[in-house]
């Protein structure tokens, strides 16, 4: 089954304690990227990455990093988070990063930061 | 730059009774435009897109969404609401690409018996 797999799908965790949400694809996609949604703001792109080895910032990259060694692979990592990150986060991907294409989504991950 | 509003945060409607969503959007470019549904403790899923080959969009689930250039808009219909409709639903416009997509702030919709 084509899918976006993000884990963990809940974490709970406190100020400073690094953490990484993991983010896989299993349909060969070049493009990914990262958003998180808040109530009333709607989604925000923190990350992308237009293919292998190559990343950008997004509208709200302060606090985040991504790599992106691996086609199927899309890591966002928050070094120090902060209560100011919690959020419900997604990863998505599309096959190529024309603005044609529809991403298809994970199931979230929300995160608590305390 | 591209940006997305939409208008009404919660909408309500009966069982059987049409479904309007309302979506505005701001684009530098000739845009592309989706909407997505998001249903409780899920992602985001495709209803529909546009990508200026026709103004009528048909999506899944019986919604349909028409593009009014002259009125910037993309609004998201379906004739006969569903207990099942119940969800979130986000439009978005994208330029060039993928990372110029923009949401927006999103739409409830509660069906009620």
């Known amino acids: 089954e084509a899918q976006v797999t993000q884990n963990p799908r809940y974490l709970i965790t406190v100020t400073g304690k690094k953490l990484t949400v993991t983010c896989s694809q299993n349909?060969?996609?070049?493009?990914m990227s990262w958003y998180r949604q808040d109530p009333g703001l709607g989604l925000r792109q923190i990350y992308y990455?237009?293919?292998?080895?190559?990343?950008d910032k997004g509208d709200v990259p302060e606090g985040y990093k991504v790599s992106r060694k691996e086609k199927r692979n899309f890591p966002l990592i928050l070094e120090s988070p902060s209560p100011n990150q919690t959020s419900l986060y997604f990863c998505?991907?599309?096959?190529?990063?024309?603005?044609?294409?529809?991403?298809?989504f994970g199931d979230g991950t929300r995160l608590s930061i305390l | 730059a591209q940006s997305v509003t939409q208008l009404g945060s919660h909408v309500s409607v009966s069982e059987g009774a049409l479904v309007l969503l309302r979506c505005n959007y701001s684009?530098?470019?000739?845009?592309?435009l989706f909407w997505y549904v998001q249903y409780p403790n899920q992602g985001l899923q495709l209803l529909l897109k546009?990508?200026?080959?026709?103004?009528l969009v048909k999506g899944i689930n019986g919604f349909e969404a028409e593009f009014k250039k002259s009125e910037t808009s993309f609004q998201l219909t379906k004739p006969s609401a569903h207990m099942s409709d119940a969800a979130e639903y986000f439009c978005?416009?994208?330029?060039?690409?993928?990372?110029?997509?923009?949401f927006g702030a999103g739409t409830r919709l509660t069906v009620k018996p």
């Open positions: 978005a416009v994208s330029g060039y690409n993928n990372n110029d997509m923009r």
């Open positions: 998505a991907s599309s096959p190529y990063p024309g603005g044609d294409q529809p991403q298809h």
């Open positions: 546009y990508t200026s080959v026709a103004t």
């Open positions: 684009s530098s470019v000739p845009p592309y």
């Open positions: 990455s237009m293919n292998v080895e190559v990343t």
């Open positions: 349909m060969n996609h070049e493009y």
